[in-house]
C-alpha cells in the first residue's frame, strides 16, 4: 500500500517524526472502513520504521473526527456487496449471521485495532481541533499524548442519540473520571477542552491556527529522548494501568457494548443493531444540538 486514499503519511525531521492526516475533511473525517484498515497499516508502517522515533496523528479540515461513519457514499460502498465492497466485510465475521457478525466485526476493526495501536512502539501524539465525538474518542485515546487547539470539544452522544452504552473502545472512567464519565453518557453533553486539560486528559491547548506548527515543535523535545527510555516510559504508564484492571475493563465493557446491540435487535425484530426511530428514539434531525456540560447548568 505505497499510496492512501483516505489518509496522507509523511515523515520529517530526518524521518523521527511520522505524521498521519486523516484526510476526509468534508465528512469531518468520519470513520468508516476503508479509512481504518488504511490507519492501521499506517500506524504499522510507523511502527516498523526504526528511523521513526514519534507518530503525530491529526484530522484535515475542521475537526479532528466526528466518530463512525453512519451512512456516507463512501461508507455505503465499503458495506455493499458487491465489486466495490470493502474486502473485510467478506472476512472478520463479515459471513456469519446475527449478533456474531457485529461481535467479530467490531471486535477486530474497533477494539483489538484500538488497543494494538494504544501498544504501538513508539511514542504517539493526537492533535486534535474542532469534533471529537464519540469514535473519534477513541482514536485521540490510543494516543500517549493529547494537545488540542482552542475549537476542540469532546462528546461520546452514542448514549443519548443511538442509545448504547458508548462507544467499543470503552476508556471513558480512566479519561473523565467515573462520575464526569457517567454525566457526559447520559447526557450527551460535551467537555471543553479547558475542561479536558483541567482534568489531565488533555496535555497542551494550543492557539487556534497554530496546532499543527506546535504539535511538531512539541514532537521535537519528545523525539530527542533516547529511544528506550522513551519506550520505557511508556510501558511502564501502560502495565500499571493494565495492572489497574485497564485491559480487561476495556473486554468487559466491550462484551456489554455488544449486548446493548443484541438488545436493540431483539427490540426491533432484527431490523436495527441501535435506537432508531422505529424503536422510539429521535432521528439526528430531531436530537438535542451538543452543548457544553456547564457547572450550574441542569
Not at 470493502?86 to 483489538?112: C, D, I, N, S
Given at each position: 500500500?505505497?499510496?492512501?486514499?483516505?489518509?496522507?503519511y509523511?515523515v520529517?525531521?530526518?524521518?523521527t517524526i511520522?505524521?498521519?492526516?486523516?484526510?476526509?475533511?468534508?465528512?469531518?473525517?468520519?470513520?468508516?472502513?476503508?479509512l481504518?484498515?488504511?490507519?492501521?497499516?499506517?500506524?504499522?508502517r510507523?511502527?516498523?520504521?526504526?528511523?521513526?522515533?514519534?507518530?503525530i496523528?491529526?484530522?484535515?479540515?475542521p475537526?479532528f473526527?466526528?466518530?463512525?461513519?453512519?451512512?456516507?457514499?463512501?461508507?455505503?460502498?465499503?458495506?455493499?456487496?458487491?465489486?466495490?465492497?470493502?474486502p473485510?466485510?467478506q472476512?472478520?465475521?463479515?459471513?456469519?449471521t446475527?449478533?456474531?457478525?457485529l461481535?467479530?466485526q467490531?471486535?477486530?476493526?474497533?477494539?483489538?485495532n484500538?488497543?494494538?495501536?494504544?501498544?504501538?512502539?513508539?511514542i504517539t501524539?493526537?492533535?486534535?481541533q474542532?469534533q471529537?465525538?464519540?469514535?473519534g474518542?477513541?482514536?485521540?485515546?490510543?494516543?500517549?499524548?493529547i494537545v488540542?487547539?482552542e475549537t476542540a470539544?469532546?462528546?461520546?452522544?452514542?448514549?443519548?442519540?443511538?442509545?448504547?452504552?458508548?462507544?467499543?473502545?470503552?476508556a471513558?472512567?480512566?479519561?473523565?473520571?467515573?462520575?464526569k464519565?457517567?454525566?457526559?453518557?447520559?447526557?450527551?453533553?460535551?467537555l471543553?477542552?479547558d475542561?479536558?486539560?483541567?482534568?489531565?486528559?488533555?496535555?497542551?491547548?494550543?492557539?487556534?491556527?497554530?496546532?499543527?506548527?506546535?504539535?511538531l515543535?512539541?514532537?521535537?523535545r519528545?523525539?530527542?529522548?533516547?529511544?528506550?527510555?522513551?519506550?520505557?516510559?511508556?510501558?511502564?504508564?501502560?502495565?500499571?494501568?493494565?495492572?489497574?484492571?485497564?485491559?480487561?475493563?476495556?473486554?468487559?465493557?466491550?462484551?456489554l457494548?455488544?449486548?446493548?446491540?443484541?438488545h436493540?435487535?431483539v427490540?426491533?425484530?432484527?431490523?436495527?443493531?441501535?435506537?432508531?426511530?422505529?424503536?422510539?428514539?429521535?432521528?439526528?434531525?430531531?436530537?438535542?444540538?451538543?452543548?457544553p456540560a456547564?457547572?450550574?447548568?441542569?
Amino acid at each position: 500500500m505505497s499510496e492512501y486514499r483516505w489518509l496522507l503519511y509523511d515523515v520529517t525531521d530526518d524521518g523521527t517524526i511520522a505524521t498521519i492526516t486523516l484526510n476526509r475533511p468534508r465528512q469531518r473525517n468520519a470513520q468508516h472502513r476503508g479509512l481504518l484498515v488504511e490507519l492501521d497499516h499506517a500506524f504499522l508502517r510507523a511502527e516498523a520504521d526504526d528511523a521513526v522515533k514519534v507518530v503525530i496523528l491529526r484530522g484535515a479540515g475542521p475537526a479532528f473526527s466526528s466518530g463512525h461513519d453512519l451512512g456516507s457514499a463512501d461508507a455505503r460502498a465499503d458495506m455493499t456487496p458487491g465489486p466495490g465492497q470493502h474486502p473485510t466485510y467478506q472476512a472478520y465475521g463479515g459471513t456469519r449471521t446475527g449478533v456474531e457478525q457485529l461481535w467479530l466485526q467490531e471486535w477486530h476493526f474497533f477494539l483489538r485495532n484500538t488497543r494494538r495501536w494504544r501498544d504501538l512502539r513508539k511514542i504517539t501524539i493526537a492533535a486534535v481541533q474542532g469534533q471529537v465525538y464519540a469514535a473519534g474518542l477513541m482514536l485521540m485515546w490510543a494516543c500517549d499524548l493529547i494537545v488540542a487547539d482552542e475549537t476542540a470539544e469532546f462528546a461520546d452522544v452514542v448514549g443519548a442519540r443511538l442509545g448504547m452504552c458508548g462507544v467499543e473502545y470503552f476508556a471513558h472512567p480512566w479519561e473523565f473520571g467515573p462520575r464526569k464519565a457517567k454525566e457526559l453518557l447520559l447526557t450527551g453533553d460535551s467537555l471543553t477542552v479547558d475542561e479536558a486539560y483541567r482534568l489531565g486528559m488533555v496535555s497542551k491547548v494550543f492557539p487556534a491556527g497554530r496546532l499543527e506548527e506546535d504539535t511538531l515543535a512539541f514532537a521535537r523535545r519528545i523525539a530527542r529522548l533516547p529511544g528506550p527510555a522513551a519506550l520505557m516510559i511508556k510501558e511502564a504508564v501502560n502495565q500499571t494501568q493494565d495492572n489497574q484492571g485497564f485491559y480487561n475493563s476495556l473486554q468487559a465493557a466491550f462484551t456489554l457494548h455488544e449486548l446493548n446491540h443484541a438488545h436493540w435487535a431483539v427490540a426491533s425484530e432484527g431490523g436495527a443493531y441501535v435506537w432508531t426511530p422505529e424503536a422510539g428514539g429521535l432521528s439526528y434531525k430531531d436530537a438535542e444540538p451538543i452543548r457544553p456540560a456547564e457547572r450550574s447548568r441542569p
